[in-house]
């Protein structure tokens, strides 16, 4: 089992910056994936980036491409979003999730942070 805790979400202006945590517990992670989600009220979860825990390969979604920053920490097992030049429109629960490198579906989530961004 791997634990996933997420926190740093909050209330932001439009062009502002967040930085969000998922401390992970439970596993070894080096044979892990970590990726963030969102799901915006009335929409679908969605994929927002991901790194491999082992080598720090990372894949965006276009939507944050050049504004999103996805990073680990392997001492503490941490894993960020950082998030630059917000929009109203990624007003969203973030959701961190993990899974191991040879499996499709995530299969560990945490509660979810809530992410507001004001116009």
């Known amino acids: 089992q791997v634990q996933l805790v997420e926190s740093g979400g909050g209330l932001v202006q439009a062009g502002g910056s967040l930085r969000l945590s998922c401390a992970a517990s439970?596993?070894?992670?080096?044979?892990?994936?970590m990726a963030w989600f969102r799901q915006a009220p009335g929409k679908e979860r969605e994929f927002v980036a991901r790194?491999?825990?082992?080598?720090?390969?990372?894949n965006y979604a276009d939507f944050v491409k050049g504004r999103f920053t996805i990073s680990k920490d392997n001492a503490k097992n941490t894993v960020y979003l950082q998030m630059t030049s917000l929009k109203t429109e990624d007003t969203a629960v973030y959701y961190c999730?993990?899974?191991?490198?040879?499996?499709?579906?995530?299969?560990?989530w945490g509660q979810g942070t809530q992410v507001t961004v004001s116009s």
């Open positions: 439970g596993r070894t992670l080096s044979t892990y994936v």
């Open positions: 999730a993990a899974r191991t490198i040879t499996t499709i579906s995530y299969n560990y």
């Open positions: 790194i491999t825990w082992t080598g720090g390969n990372t």
